[in-house]
């Protein structure tokens, strides 16, 4: 048993004294109430008088005094009692005194003596509280508890108030689940009759559910019910879910949840009969045992609705109704009929339309029919708008999402819109919703909405490592609400080992109050192109782009929307000298494909692109971010040689719709293709030109998929004979058709994952890019030997026969590289290969997690091809990951 202890502090040794136990109060998580302890002596209590005569006969009150109080005034005491001055002074009077001063709790000892007349009063006052100390909690910080305790420094201390506070404490943990914490109150005595409380905590480990126990179910087996509930058994795979804890509040909800599943199912009669949770004698765990009564099974009996308005006609909207007699009885899908038959009626201005449904047992024949009664009510137009709490954002910023306006007739499906539109806006509260109060006359609505503002400045630095770029720096910053008008600014750049870039953008959503967008970008990016010599990355061409983007966008439909884009790019791509070029046989310097590769010389050069492009857009999606519903589909066109020195055009069109389909799983498609071709004469450059693989298609490398020439390194004897290096290169080389479809499924996870930002998804990706021309180096597609130039400059070929052995032979000289004044004594001899210029689908299936981690975004793919080409560059296992500082 804990007590209520009087301890020594610090304070307290300089002013020795004897430290004895007051009160023994011990409170145990799992238990009803209060108990006091039997090893600490309580205070004196008025002990009950001794059986009187019935007319009991004392002295006269001659003074009553009052000594001991030292904060109190003797009035004060006086105050709290019946003996006054020229009473009669008995036992029981005296008692009652006693009582009274007790009752007070302002004391912890109170005497009444009567000498002849003369009443003394001898008080001892309860100490005033120094400071309030917690001890041994960790689960709950003490920035929590201490709002909970009603006591305070400078107050009075009083046992019940201690009590009080315990019980409050002891109520925290319990709804953490931890049923075993027990709180021991302490007091610790100081001068100048003050005290210091200690409450020492023991958390205790948190209370699980160990096993859920259901009675009379005969329909359902026992693990479909409880698959039905919020609440779960403590078990290995559910090391991170919360819902393993028992919560009473949750235990009720899951009661409903069984009711709402027998409803669903045509138990109209089901009914828990009773729900108890025991607590296992180590007051670790908990037993739930639910007793149900399932009933009979009912169906539908004659569906009808009675319309009293007049636009309706009851027995056309019967016919169409989602439920039909002879099915089974679905509450859920009678709560759904109501709703669409509000909303039928909301959207032709009926706000306050009532439907009602009327039901008709029959329990002989088990059915149950149903009359949907739709109660009559005034249309109504929306006498106005109001738009409150925005302290930041313009009104105008709020009123144009409305689809309404004021003195429309009221349409709720556009109500629905107008709420949807101002979230999607991301300034305010997620569960912002336009409030629908009644107006000054039965045929006005007022609408309001009530928003709360939140931050829409960002300002972020990121560091973080990708399979693709390696080391990654990142900073920008973004106001999306740019002075409460709505718009959009940012500055942003990015380093890593592949690529830089540096971007400034500027969006109007209505330019001049119209419902016309703007965007202009500004832009400089850097990108390193790269190869693979074994595994070693090796970078292969360099580009930089300087440009701008002005687009323009106008809402066609509520869903649907053409934008028009103007882009300017001036690109430089280049290569090293050191080792793509060499003398040619006039003696320039020059880009040599030997060593490069024809369509790496060919993309050298600095050019400017001048394209006009437009895309029409459809999206119905529920969320932007993290779509759970809806569809979007684009189209896009882009036209290149409006001047500049670039001539292409290309299509592209991609679409994605997503299911929610129940209990957290949500499935999505995705589909996109495109192609490019080049006008005027001009042919589509290396660097135009489409690339597949991770992250596009998991499962590949970086441009993984497609055409591409695979170079392998040989060495040659003094007989002729070559063999193989086991050094190879592998240059992507893009092309000019692409498609690509993935399907995912995200899985859900319990509440404790949820809470840590895990999503985990199962995906299957395919596609492919081809369509352009094979090398004409060699004029053969495999087997071609390609050695050095003769002394004359010119190259050198060597083919190989269908066995594979050397058809011919070559003269061997030295080979140039470096400048044009060098030259390596040695000569290179290697195989090229043309490869994976094929429409053929490569395959990819596997799974992935996506963590919103407090280290930043995180994203983990293992995949496996299924199906894939010679040449294609195949990848298990990806990440990335990033963090915020």
């Not at 690529?499 to 832009?523: H, M, Q, R, T, W």
Request: hydrophobic letters at 35%; glycine letters at 10%.
């Amino acid at each position: 048993m804990i007590g209520l202890e009087m301890g020594r502090s610090t304070e307290a040794r300089r002013a020795p004294q004897l430290a004895v136990v007051l009160l023994g109060t011990t409170i145990l998580a799992g238990a009803p109430g209060i108990a006091l302890a039997q090893n600490a002596p309580a205070p004196a209590a008025p002990v009950s008088a001794p059986a009187q005569a019935p007319a009991e006969v004392g002295e006269t009150i001659q003074t009553i005094q009052v000594t001991g109080a030292e904060r109190l005034e003797a009035q004060t005491v006086l105050s709290y009692i019946q003996l006054r001055v020229g009473q009669q002074y008995t036992k029981s009077a005296g008692d009652a005194a006693l009582k009274d001063l007790y009752g007070t709790e302002l004391f912890s000892d109170v005497q009444v003596n009567n000498d002849k007349g003369v009443v003394t009063i001898t008080v001892k006052e309860n100490p005033v509280i120094n400071r309030i100390i917690l001890e041994g909690n960790k689960r709950i910080k003490d920035d929590k508890i201490l709002p909970e305790i009603k006591v305070s420094p400078r107050q009075i201390f009083t046992r019940s108030k201690i009590r009080a506070d315990v019980a409050r404490i002891i109520e925290l943990y319990k709804r953490q689940g931890r049923y075993a914490a027990t709180v021991e109150p302490k007091m610790v005595m100081l001068d100048q009759n003050r005290v210091d409380i200690v409450f020492e905590i023991t958390e205790g480990d948190k209370s699980k559910v160990r096993q859920i126990n259901i009675l009379g179910n005969e329909q359902f087996s026992d693990g479909e019910l409880r698959s039905q509930m919020v609440t779960k058994q403590a078990r290995f795979t559910r090391l991170f879910s919360s819902g393993t804890s028992y919560d009473p509040d949750r235990m009720a909800f899951d009661q409903q949840k069984l009711r709402q599943f027998y409803l669903t199912q045509g138990y109209a009669d089901f009914r828990v009969v009773s729900a108890v949770a025991e607590l296992t004698p180590d007051k670790k765990d908990f037993i739930i045992t639910y007793v149900v009564e399932e009933g009979k099974r009912y169906k539908f009996g004659d569906v009808k609705v009675e319309s009293q308005l007049r636009d309706f006609d009851g027995d056309k909207l019967a016919k169409n109704l989602a439920l039909h007699k002879g099915d089974w009885y679905n509450a859920k899908l009678v709560e759904d009929t109501i709703e669409g038959l509000n909303d039928t009626a909301g959207a032709f201005g009926y706000a306050f339309a009532d439907v009602r449904p009327q039901y008709d047992r029959d329990k002989e024949n088990l059915t149950m029919g149903l009359t949907f009664v739709i109660q009559e009510a005034p249309r109504v137009y929306v006498e106005k708008i109001d738009i409150n709490g925005n302290t930041l954002t313009q009104d105008k910023v709020i009123r144009r999402e409305f689809r309404l306006a004021e003195g429309d007739a009221f349409n709720s499906l556009q109500v629905k819109r107008s709420t949807n539109r101002i979230k999607s806006l991301g300034y305010f509260q997620e569960k912002f919703e336009v409030e629908q109060k009644p107006g000054t006359a039965e045929d006005r609505i007022i609408l309001e909405a009530n928003v709360e503002e939140k931050p829409t400045g960002e300002l972020q630095l990121s560091a973080g490592f990708s399979s693709l770029e390696r080391f990654i720096f990142q900073a920008s910053i973004r106001q999306r609400n740019f002075r409460g008008r709505g718009q959009t600014v940012g500055l942003s750049g990015s380093y890593s080992s592949y690529s830089k870039s540096v971007e400034a953008s500027f969006v109007e959503p209505y330019l001049f109050d119209k419902n016309v967008s703007l965007g202009v970008d500004i832009y400089r990016r850097d990108y390193n192109s790269f190869n693979y010599t074994n595994s070693d990355r090796n970078t292969t061409y360099q580009q930089s782009t300087t440009g701008f983007q002005v687009r323009a966008g106008v809402p066609l439909t509520e869903y649907l929307t053409a934008i028009g884009r103007y882009t300017l790019n001036y690109d430089d791509v280049s290569l090293d000298k050191g080792t793509y070029y060499s003398v040619d046989s006039n003696g320039n310097y020059a880009c040599d494909p030997l060593r490069a590769g024809r369509y790496l010389c060919d993309a050298i050069g600095k050019r400017l692109s001048s394209i006009l492009g437009m895309s029409v857009v459809y999206d119905n999606l529920d969320n932007r971010q993290r779509p759970t519903r809806g569809e979007t589909i684009s189209a896009n066109v882009d036209v290149a040689g409006l001047g500049g020195d670039v001539k292409y055009y290309r299509l592209r069109a991609n679409a994605a719709k997503y299911w929610p389909l129940g209990k957290g799983f949500i499935f999505s498609i995705q589909s996109e293709g495109g192609l490019i071709k080049g006008w005027g004469g001009d042919d589509v450059r290396l660097t135009d030109r489409f690339y597949l693989g991770e992250p596009q298609i998991r499962g590949f490398g970086i441009r993984g998929v497609g055409p591409r020439v695979v170079r392998q390194y040989l060495t040659a004897d003094s007989n002729g004979n070559y063999t193989v290096k086991g050094e190879d290169s592998d240059d992507a080389l893009g092309g000019k058709y692409y498609y690509m479809n993935r399907a995912e499924l995200e899985i859900p996870l319990g509440s404790g994952a949820r809470e840590m930002g895990l999503r985990p998804s199962i995906f299957v990706d395919a596609g492919a890019v081809w369509a352009i021309k094979s090398p004409t180096l060699s004029d053969c597609e495999k087997g071609c030997f390609i050695g050095s130039r003769d002394s004359s400059g010119n190259q050198l070929y060597t083919e190989t026969a269908s066995d594979g052995t050397t058809s011919t032979t070559t003269s061997k000289t030295n080979s140039v590289t470096g400048d044009a004044n060098t030259a390596i004594g040695t000569t290179s001899y290697f195989t090229e290969t043309f490869e994976g210029n094929t429409w053929k689908p490569r395959v990819a299936i596997g799974f992935g997690v996506n963590w919103n981690s407090p280290f930043g975004p995180f994203r983990i793919d293992i995949s496996k091809a299924l199906l894939k080409y010679d040449g294609d560059n195949t990848k298990t296992f990806t990440f990335n990951v990033g963090t915020q500082f």
